[in-house]
């Protein structure tokens, strides 16, 4: 089934149908892929244009997916922050404590940064984790003293500004690195 979405879809693009990808065809694709980080990185701009209208059982794929290709991720080059990719997904699907596991590995695998920064102290502000989320902030800002973003944004938290609760909301503004099919590189 899943090769059959998956080459279906490929058909209607190369025809020049516009925006053929669904939530379906892209976790098809990662399927028929054997979950390839690469195949990943590739549909990553797709799938992001998906993800506001993400239904519960797609949140539950997309994190189970994830974590398929994480483990299967063996980086050979130095070409793409997978982790923060699929961080990024996740928080913007409302999945903040998934999302808070690729951004401590995306830490640990290259360092910190201050996009990766402010995107883990957004998950630890949905789960009413104040003291983590001002340390990142602080951390996003120390790396990069002009990163308005992380300025903003501890301003309103040390302001007193509550945010929703996770499960209504998702992430205020999560810092848009992915560029180009690349995961993680600096922000254009």
């Given at each position: 089934d899943d090769l059959l979405v998956t080459v279906g879809r490929a058909v209607l693009a190369a025809r020049g149908a516009a925006d053929v990808a669904t939530f379906e065809s892209i976790f098809a694709t990662i399927r028929v892929s054997g979950y390839d980080p690469l195949t990943f990185v590739l549909i990553h701009p797709a799938l992001e244009k998906l993800l506001p209208n993400a239904k519960e059982s797609h949140k539950n794929e997309l994190e189970r997916i994830c974590g398929r290709i994480y483990a299967l991720n063996?980086?050979?080059?130095?070409?793409?922050?997978?982790?923060?990719?699929?961080?990024?997904?996740?928080?913007?699907?409302?999945?903040?404590?998934?999302?808070?596991?690729?951004?401590?590995?995306?830490?640990?695998?290259?360092g910190p940064r201050p996009p990766t920064c402010y995107n883990a102290a957004l998950c630890h502000l949905r789960l009413d984790q104040i003291d983590e989320a001002v340390k990142l902030l602080d951390e996003a800002i120390d790396l990069d003293p002009d990163y308005q973003l992380a300025r903003t944004m501890r301003e309103k938290v040390l302001a007193g500004d509550r945010f929703e609760s996770p499960v209504k909301a998702g992430p205020a503004h999560v810092a848009a690195v992915p560029r180009s099919g690349e995961i993680g590189g600096e922000p254009a």
């Amino acid at each position: 089934d899943d090769l059959l979405v998956t080459v279906g879809r490929a058909v209607l693009a190369a025809r020049g149908a516009a925006d053929v990808a669904t939530f379906e065809s892209i976790f098809a694709t990662i399927r028929v892929s054997g979950y390839d980080p690469l195949t990943f990185v590739l549909i990553h701009p797709a799938l992001e244009k998906l993800l506001p209208n993400a239904k519960e059982s797609h949140k539950n794929e997309l994190e189970r997916i994830c974590g398929r290709i994480y483990a299967l991720n063996y980086p050979l080059e130095d070409v793409s922050d997978l982790a923060f990719g699929l961080g990024s997904v996740l928080a913007n699907v409302g999945r903040y404590e998934a999302a808070l596991f690729y951004f401590d590995r995306s830490r640990a695998d290259r360092g910190p940064r201050p996009p990766t920064c402010y995107n883990a102290a957004l998950c630890h502000l949905r789960l009413d984790q104040i003291d983590e989320a001002v340390k990142l902030l602080d951390e996003a800002i120390d790396l990069d003293p002009d990163y308005q973003l992380a300025r903003t944004m501890r301003e309103k938290v040390l302001a007193g500004d509550r945010f929703e609760s996770p499960v209504k909301a998702g992430p205020a503004h999560v810092a848009a690195v992915p560029r180009s099919g690349e995961i993680g590189g600096e922000p254009a």
